[in-house]
C-alpha cells in the first residue's frame, strides 16, 4: 500500500540518519580517546577508560593516528615560526647616510618652557573625594635584578591569570620590560597529560632567549590522586610516592630555569575558605619552598603578604586608613582585583630595577 511504502521509507531514513550520529560519535570518540581519558582524570581523579576497549590495538589506534596529526601540525607551525624569525632577523640595506656622526653620542631630551597660565580662581568644592585606598607591601630586600632588556615569564593557573596583568602592566609601562604570560586555569603539575608546564617551561625558555626572570603562581588544582601512567594505579594525595613524583615536577621547572640562567620568583598559594584545601595548599607551599630554595632560588608565600598567619582566613585586610579592603573573591580560593594587586607589589618589591624608569611613577 503506498501509505505503507511510504512509512517504510520514513523509518529507513531516520534509522540511516541514527546510524551516521552513531558512527560519527564512535569514530570521534576512537579519535579523541586520550583526550577524553585527560579530561576524566582531571574531572574524576582517575582512570575512565574502558577495560574491553583499553588494551585493543584496533583502539589505540585512533589515539595514536590523532597524536600523529597533532604532532605533525605542531611541527609545520613551528617550521612556520622559524621562517618567520630568519626573515625578521635579515637585516634590511641601510640607507646612505645623510650626515656623519660622532659614535656614542648622548641623546638629550629638551623641555621648552612656556610661560604659565594666569591664576585662576579655585571654585568652591562641594565634596571631597575619598583617597584611594593604600595596599599594605610587605616589606621586602630585593633579591632579582633586571634590565630593560630582559623580559619575564609568567607561570601558573587561574590564580596567575589575575595577578600576571598587573605585574606585566607594571613592567612594561614603568620599565620598559616586556612578559610572556602563559598562565591557564585549571593547570597545574599533577596532571601533565592535560597540561605539562615542564615541557611548557622548558619549550618557552628555549625560543625567548631574554627571559631573565621567572614567576611562578600554582597549587589548587593539584591535591589530588594523580596519575603515573597507562595501566598504573594513581598515586594517592600525600602518599611518599606522590610526593616524590611531585618534587621531581617541581624540580623539572626550576632546573630548565636553572640551565637557562633564569631566575625564579615561586609564590607559595595562600590559605583557603575550605578547611581541607587550606591543609593541602599549606603542605604543597612547603614542597615549593624547600625545592626552591634546594635550587637556589626565592620564595614567597601569599600568606606573609595578606597577613596571615597559619590556618587562618580572612576575605579582607586592614587598609591602613581604619577600614578594610576584600581581597579574596566569594569563591574563597582566587583574589579581588586589590588582593591581586597586593601579590602583584610583592613580586615587585623583590626585583631591583638599576636603570631609569620609563615614567615618572
Excluded at 577495560?51 to 607551525?77: H, I, S, T, Y
Excluded at 604570560?181 to 605539562?196: H, I
Excluded at 611531585?246 to 615561586?266: K, M, N, P, S, T
Aim: hydrophobic share 40%.
Amino acid at each position: 500500500m503506498p501509505g505503507s511504502d511510504q512509512l517504510s521509507r520514513t523509518q529507513l531514513g531516520a534509522a540511516r540518519v541514527l546510524y551516521a550520529l552513531l558512527f560519527s560519535a564512535v569514530l570521534l570518540a576512537w579519535l579523541n580517546q586520550q583526550s577524553l581519558n585527560l579530561y576524566c582524570q582531571q574531572r574524576y581523579h582517575q582512570s575512565c577508560e574502558l577495560p574491553m576497549l583499553g588494551d585493543n590495538p584496533l583502539w589505540r589506534l585512533g589515539g595514536k593516528l590523532n597524536q600523529a596529526l597533532v604532532d605533525a601540525r605542531e611541527r609545520f607551525f613551528d617550521s612556520l615560526d622559524g621562517q618567520q624569525a630568519a626573515v625578521a632577523e635579515t637585516p634590511e640595506p641601510a640607507p646612505p647616510p645623510m650626515v656623519e656622526l660622532a659614535p656614542n653620542i648622548p641623546v638629550v631630551t629638551v623641555t621648552l618652557d612656556t610661560p604659565s597660565p594666569a591664576p585662576v580662581k579655585p571654585k568652591p568644592v562641594a565634596a571631597v573625594a575619598k583617597p584611594a585606598p593604600v595596599l599594605p607591601v610587605v616589606q621586602a630586600s630585593p633579591q632579582v635584578t633586571l634590565n630593560s632588556s630582559d623580559e619575564v615569564f609568567l607561570v601558573g593557573d587561574s590564580m596567575m591569570q589575575g595577578v600576571a596583568p598587573h605585574l606585566a602592566n607594571t613592567l612594561l609601562k614603568r620599565y620598559g620590560i616586556r612578559t610572556t604570560n602563559l598562565s591557564r586555569q585549571s593547570t597545574g603539575l599533577a596532571y601533565p597529560g592535560f597540561f605539562d608546564w615542564p615541557r611548557t617551561v622548558e619549550k618557552t625558555l628555549r625560543e625567548h632567549p631574554r627571559i631573565r626572570l621567572m614567576v611562578v603562581f600554582l597549587g589548587p588544582n593539584d591535591p589530588w590522586d594523580m596519575p603515573q601512567g597507562k595501566g598504573k594505579p594513581f598515586l594517592r594525595f600525600r602518599t611518599p610516592a606522590w610526593e616524590q613524583a611531585y618534587r621531581q615536577r617541581i624540580d623539572a621547572v626550576l632546573e630548565h630555569a636553572q640551565a637557562r640562567g633564569v631566575q625564579v620568583i615561586w609564590v607559595g598559594p595562600p590559605n583557603m575558605r575550605q578547611e581541607r584545601l587550606s591543609t593541602a595548599m599549606a603542605y604543597l607551599g612547603e614542597l615549593y619552598r624547600q625545592q626552591a630554595q634546594r635550587h637556589g632560588q626565592h620564595y614567597v608565600s601569599a600568606n606573609a603578604v595578606l597577613g596571615y598567619r597559619a590556618g587562618e582566613f580572612s576575605s579582607t585586610v586592614d587598609n591602613g586608613q581604619g577600614g578594610q579592603l576584600r581581597i579574596r573573591a566569594d569563591d574563597g580560593i582566587h583574589f579581588t582585583i586589590p588582593g591581586q594587586k597586593l601579590i602583584a607589589n610583592q613580586v615587585l618589591a623583590l626585583i631591583s630595577f638599576p636603570g631609569p624608569t620609563v615614567t615618572g611613577h
